[in-house]
């Protein structure tokens, strides 16, 4: 009998999403990972800080609106660190996407989501036009993962009117992946206003991310 291959040891698994030729690639990496990617990116080694952070900007914003009745998506969700986070302000609720069914499934676990949907979110949304206050998205712009086009202008259709995204996007990529090129063409277009700052992200490793926020414009 042939020895039976050993899973890589989970530190591992985020090389290998990163390097992923496509997003059925990506996913049997995720959905492998899903058991374990909490107790990995939770290692005191790792400081993931970018869910915390994300969920403390969009909470900041959705004060003017009142937390009560915010209606967030969190694209991307994984395993559900950010809806945790978001859901300290008590938001009126919280929708997740994310390509990986096993990465759902640990989400749903959490109790924070009203809604969890598998969505390829390279590929248009199916949510109509103006549905939430607040999008975030941490974690999912990386190398191998989610691209600029047409996910950024997808996820702020799905935004109301004066509504945000708040979005992460691995500072390596942010150039050479075309999201910069994509948010400019947002702003010349009028559809949105955007900042960026540059934060923190997987501490543990040094990778630093651009904090991208897109307030959506009323349409001229
Ligand atoms: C690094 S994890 C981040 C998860 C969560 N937002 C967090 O911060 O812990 C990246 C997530 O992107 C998801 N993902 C990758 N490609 C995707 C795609 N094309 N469409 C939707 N989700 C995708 C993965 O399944 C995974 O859950």
Known sequence: ???????????????QARNS???????????????????????????????????RAAIKYSE?????????????CGTGLVGQALSIARPKAIDGLDLSVPMLEIAR??????????????KPINKPDGTYDTVVCVGTFTLGHVGPNP?????????????VVVATILKEIWISGGFKDEVAKLQEE???????????????????????????????
């Open 190 to 220: 009028g559809v949105v206003r955007a900042t960026e700052e540059l934060i923190d992200y997987v501490k543990g490793h040094g990778d630093k991310a651009v904090l991208l926020t897109l307030e959506k414009l009323p349409s001229a």
């Open 64 to 76: 003017a609106n009142g937390p009560a009745n915010t209606i967030i998506l969190d694209a991307g």
């Open 21 to 55: 030729p496509s997003s059925q690639e990506c996913m049997s990496i995720y959905d492998k990972w899903a058991a374990t990617y909490n107790d990995e990116v939770g290692d005191s080694a790792q400081e993931y800080v970018a869910p915390v952070l994300v969920a």
């Open 1 to 15: 009998m042939s020895p039976a291959i050993p899973a890589p040891p989970p530190a591992l698994y985020l090389k």
């Open 151 to 163: 996910a950024l202008r997808e996820l702020v259709r799905v935004t109301k009117t004066h509504g």
């Open 109 to 122: 676990d959490t109790g924070v989501y009203r809604d969890l949907d598998q969505a390829d979110l390279n």
